[in-house]
């Protein structure tokens, strides 16, 4: 090989390459998922003055949770597609799913509007 061959061929593809992996480390360090993305708005109205603190944890538990639900409904999904469940232990599971995905977003709006709520101030104390 001459090196004039190294110069014009190798040693530009070898550049292109190290740029293009580059920028593949750089937009996928950069990437961010939804659940990310809202939370940082909802501090964004949060910090504005829009939103205030108890509809803020509302919100962002509502958010987390809706993220577990996904998570474990693409885990139900890929189990089905494995075919390590059939059809009707995934309609049965995916029930329970949801049945547990309603209950706990019960109990999180229950929690957030009592650490939100604040007894009454009474001045015949002092």
């Known amino acids: 090989m001459e090196p004039s061959y190294f110069f014009f061929l190798v040693l530009p593809l070898a550049i292109l390459v190290v740029f293009l992996v580059a920028i593949v480390l750089y937009h996928a360090r950069k990437e961010e ?3 990310e993305i809202q939370v940082k708005k909802l ?8 939103l205030d ?3 803020f944890l509302n ?5 987390m949770q809706e993220k ?3 998570a474990e409904s693409k885990k139900l999904l890929a189990l089905l597609s494995s075919e390590k469940i059939d059809g009707e232990t995934y309609v049965r ?3 329970v799913l949801e049945k547990s995905f ?6 999180t709006d229950e929690h957030t509007t009592e ?3 604040k007894g009454l101030f009474d001045a015949s104390k002092f």
């Open 102 to 107: 309603r209950d706990k977003l019960d109990r």
């Open 115 to 117: 650490v939100g709520k």
């Open 43 to 50: 501090r964004q109205l949060l910090f504005s003055g829009k």
């Open 59 to 63: 919100l962002r538990n509502r958010l």
């Open 93 to 95: 599971l995916r029930q």
């Open 53 to 55: 603190k108890k509809n």
């Open 33 to 35: 998922d939804y659940y």
């Open 68 to 70: 577990i639900f996904t």
